[in-house]
């Protein structure tokens, strides 16, 4: 199936994807946390968050982690030079110059990665961005978590405590992290109450098609 390059859940994905093989990659070079954050000069916190694929941390810092371990050729094709220099040969042999210089196929082998919470993930980060936006949704939010700490159930009790916290000072972060912290809080969160039924149905839909796999076209475009 062919899709858009900018459905969110693609994009998590594809973040996991290189956090994934960042760290795969430093453990085959035989390089501790210690090692590689000292070479780039990061904290261990950071590199641990660009190895869990999260979006925090800035492009330049996520280079660097790439620079240290030996692959930033493999990031240069994506420079502009290279792309302006493929499609022209493309269009030197007669090809269309509308024609996509490639075709990426992207899936979710899902007894490796975490379907699940890639699922929520997504939902947490258009449910904040929502927020963001239009504060009073907040309320939502916040009546529903009021409504289940009155229920009294204490099994989860802790978490929509600490989602009190968040709901009231914005931390964000805090739910939106790879942590296995984080992922608890998203288990049991009040966020998606805030987000339309066809905004859950959207991102649901992209989640089912990442796992029977997606193509990404990355199109051409003809050199000035």
Known sequence: MLVSSN????????????????????????LSTVEIASRVGISRGTLRAIEAGDPTPSLG????????????????LLADDAMRSVTSNTAATGASRDAP????????????????????????????????????????????????????DLRS??????????????????????????????????MTAVLPPEVRKRILQEVRELKEGVVIEIAGRASQ
């Open 61 to 76: 810092t996520y280079l660097k982690v790439i620079s240290a371990l030996g692959i930033l050729g493999d990031f240069a």
């Open 7 to 30: 459905s969110s859940v693609i994009q998590l994905h594809l973040l996991f994807q290189l956090g994934d093989r960042l760290r795969r990659l430093r453990e085959s070079q035989g």
């Open 157 to 190: 009790a802790s978490l929509w405590l600490e989602w009190k916290d968040i709901l009231e000072h914005r931390k964000w972060r805090k739910a939106l992290g790879r942590t296995h912290r984080a992922q608890e809080l998203r288990q049991a969160s009040p």
């Open 101 to 152: 210089l490639a075709r990426v196929v992207v899936s979710v082998d899902t007894t490796r990665h975490r379907i699940q919470d890639l699922r929520s993930l997504a939902l947490h980060e258009e449910a904040v961005r929502r927020v963001r936006a239009e504060p009073a949704l907040l309320q939502q939010a916040q009546a529903v978590l009021q409504k289940w700490l009155d229920a009294g």
